[in-house]
């Protein structure tokens, strides 16, 4: 239903009709002049040829300075969502199962069904703030748990897990012989301190990007931290899929890492002040809604509210929204992207609760 959501959008867009997106977490602000800049010296210098299928190695280098590994242990691929699909495809077999604590990011779940895996929901609720239950996380890891994913701060809730709870996820996980896959594409924007998976040791999967952060979404450039084996199997597997991602566009992302501080106080200060905008308005409605721990994300609930046919309706306001089933089994929530300008925030927000039954 996301894409669903998202092709009508466009299809109303190319009729000259305006929305108001709030249903993707793109975010309006431009990419850095710097990193635009530097992909343009890098294809004048002939950096447009076939690059390594493991990443640049000065970029390589970079990210395991910042993230303290080995560049051994870091493959760069074209986007975090082929990141997450290439570890699934290598990692899983059939009859094997993958834990994900939900509401999640719909590609885990097309991932894991897509190589013939079982998927296994860990249901969260709005009432506990989106917090996990270790216990029933216990009850459903067994022998046949290859992956645990993780996603903090998380999408579409924005809640980040908290430093306990963490722990103990990636000590369930590794003494029932299951690898933590953490996606932790919102961790520098973080309005709040977030806990990284390699804090807890590094047997375990970092996926990262340049997407959010760095507001380079069209770009397509992500990375992993695996160990050297694991890494291996994904340059191989680079190599005789995506080929590499482009050798300007990873220079680009090179001189991104040497503004990543200030690039990243920018986002989440103007986010910061998006997600207050737009908790006032929510708050004088009879939605429920957790204050959001990171960008971009609001995943309110609506008591007796078909999410589906509350989006597509919608649309014939201007407005498009992502239906919570896109999420999972949650069918009274939507989650509101606040990846637009702020008077767009305003005046999409009260479209929308302007059509609340």
């Not at 094997?96 to 897509?114: D, G």
């Not at 890492?257 to 103007?270: G, N």
Request: aromatic share 8%; net charge neutral.
């Amino acid at each position: 239903m996301l894409y669903e959501i998202s092709e009508k959008a466009i299809q109303l867009e190319n009729q000259g009709k305006r929305i108001i997106k709030f249903n993707l977490g793109d975010p309006n602000l431009p990419t850095s002049p710097e990193i635009i800049e530097a992909a343009y010296e890098a294809m004048k210098q002939g950096k447009t040829r076939y690059s390594s299928a493991a990443g640049e190695k000065k970029l390589r280098e970079e990210l395991a300075k910042i993230h303290n590994v080995s560049a051994d242990n870091v493959v760069v691929t074209n986007g975090s969502k082929w990141a997450v699909f290439s570890l699934m495809f290598l990692l899983l077999k059939r009859g094997e199962n993958v834990v994900v604590p939900s509401p999640h990011w719909t590609s885990y779940e097309l991932a894991a069904k897509r190589v013939g895996a079982e998927i296994r929901f860990l249901r969260r609720d709005l009432d506990s703030e989106w917090k996990v239950d270790i216990s029933k996380l216990e009850n459903l890891v067994d022998k046949n748990t290859r992956l645990v994913i993780l996603n903090s701060p998380n999408n579409p809730t924005s809640k980040v897990i908290d430093e306990k709870t963490f722990g103990e996820i990636v000590q369930i996980a590794n003494e029932g012989g299951a690898t933590v896959l953490s996606d932790e594409v919102y961790s520098d924007i973080s309005f709040v301190e977030t806990k990284s998976i390699l804090d807890f040791g590094t047997d375990n999967i970092l996926v990262n990007g340049f997407s959010k952060t760095f507001a380079m979404t069209g770009w397509r450039i992500g990375y992993v931290i695996v160990e050297r084996e694991l890494a291996q199997k994904m340059i191989k597997l680079n190599q005789i899929t995506t080929t590499c991602v482009p050798g300007f566009i990873q220079y680009a992302a090179l001189k991104g890492l040497e503004f990543r501080k200030r690039i990243a106080d920018e986002i989440r200060e103007q986010f910061r002040l998006r997600a207050d905008l737009a908790c006032s308005i929510l708050s004088k409605t009879k939605m429920r809604f957790s204050r959001p721990d990171a960008p971009f994300y609001l995943f309110p609930k609506v008591d007796g509210l078909d999410s589906e046919r509350f989006s597509l309706n919608l649309l014939d306001r201007g407005v498009a929204i992502a239906p919570g089933t896109a999420f999972g089994d949650y069918r009274e929530h939507f989650r509101i992207a606040l990846s637009v300008p702020e008077k767009d925030i305003e005046e999409g927000l009260e479209k929308l609760c302007e059509a609340l039954p």
